[in-house]
């Protein structure tokens, strides 16, 4: 079973599913396919068919609480390895985060400046919208929602308390 499950989560990262993949891997086969409402069957090699993969995508992007729970998921994950770095006596380990962020937001901030005042020549303009896309929206968007948190996380944490109250 576990080489049918290792084909499964191979195939969902090779095409660009890694929420759902990361969900087998932490809460199961079971629990994404109750969650998605399909049966993910694997090919005798262990991989999924093209038919399939589509299949999970559409089901996928029905769900979006599904991608949402990743996303936080995995920005908790992040959060928590910073607050172990913080009890490390390394001073630059203390602070690579924050060295980091600092580094693509000053890159960012001159890319930007730079590709928007300078002079770029015809054959390179779509390098430089690529680059700036990827700036815009990963890197920036990353830093942001790592320091801030995203303003759809707030929201669901509102949700869920007035549900409470």
């Not at 290792?6 to 969900?23: D, E, T, Y």
């Not at 086969?29 to 993910?40: A, C, N, T």
């Not at 172990?84 to 924050?98: G, M, N």
């Amino acid at each position: 079973m576990l080489p049918i499950i290792a084909g499964i989560v191979s195939s969902l990262f090779s095409n660009n599913m890694p929420q759902v993949a990361q969900a087998v891997i932490d809460k199961g086969l079971d629990y994404v396919e109750d969650k998605l409402g399909i049966k993910i069957d694997a090919t005798v090699q262990g991989g999924l068919s093209p038919e399939k993969l589509q299949e999970i995508k559409e089901a996928a992007m029905k769900h979006e609480e599904f991608q949402i729970e990743q996303s936080n998921k995995n920005t908790a994950d992040a959060r928590a390895m910073q607050v172990a770095a913080l009890d490390q006596s390394d001073l630059f380990s203390k602070r690579y985060v924050y060295y980091l962020a600092s580094f693509w937001s000053v890159f960012s901030v001159i890319y930007i400046t730079a590709i928007t005042f300078c002079v770029i020549p015809l054959q390179n303009v779509r390098f430089a919208d690529t680059i700036l896309g990827f700036l815009l929206g990963t890197i920036i968007a990353t830093v942001i929602n790592y320091f801030f948190g995203s303003s759809r996380s707030s929201a669901i944490k509102t949700e869920m308390l007035n549900k409470k109250e």
